[in-house]
Nanobody, 125 residues
Framework: QVHLVESGGGLVQAGGSLRLTCLAS????????MGWFRQAPGKEREFVAA???????PLYLDDVKGRFAISRDGANTVYLQLNSLKPEDTAVYYC???????????????????WGQGTQVTVSS
């Protein structure tokens, strides 16, 4: 059974940086893409970034291109570097896995999908 643990969130001023970490366990993820998502208060969970199984092909939400960077360390750990943070980036950030980057994008539409506890990112103006 997949288990996802996100960490690294916190309170930061606008323009600041954070690095989020996701540790996945429960099965092998060596051939899986991994991704990050976020959910702001009163909003639906949305895709933020994904990286393919090789760790060489990223995919980003347009709004975070040039500010966020996704990377992975082996099969089970994925990072999200958040730079030039804006108040509108405030949300709970989650990670998850899927077969491809494109499949990752669709995960928020899947009902009853397992999600970890997430990590809160708060950006003050």
């Amino acid at each position: 059974q997949v288990h996802l643990v996100e960490s690294g969130g916190g309170l930061v001023q606008a323009g600041g940086s954070l690095r989020l970490t996701c540790l996945a366990s429960g099965r092998t993820f060596s051939r899986s893409a991994m991704g990050w998502f976020r959910q702001a208060p009163g909003k639906e969970r949305e895709f933020v970034a994904a990286i393919d199984w090789s760790g060489t092909v990223p995919l980003y939400l347009d709004d975070v291109k040039g500010r966020f960077a996704i990377s992975r360390d082996g099969a089970n750990t994925v990072y999200l570097q958040l730079n030039s943070l804006k108040p509108e980036d405030t949300a709970v950030y989650y990670c998850n896995t899927g077969p491809t980057n494109q499949a990752i994008q669709a995960l928020p539409t899947i009902k009853n999908l397992y999600w970890g506890q997430g990590t809160q990112v708060t950006v003050s103006s």
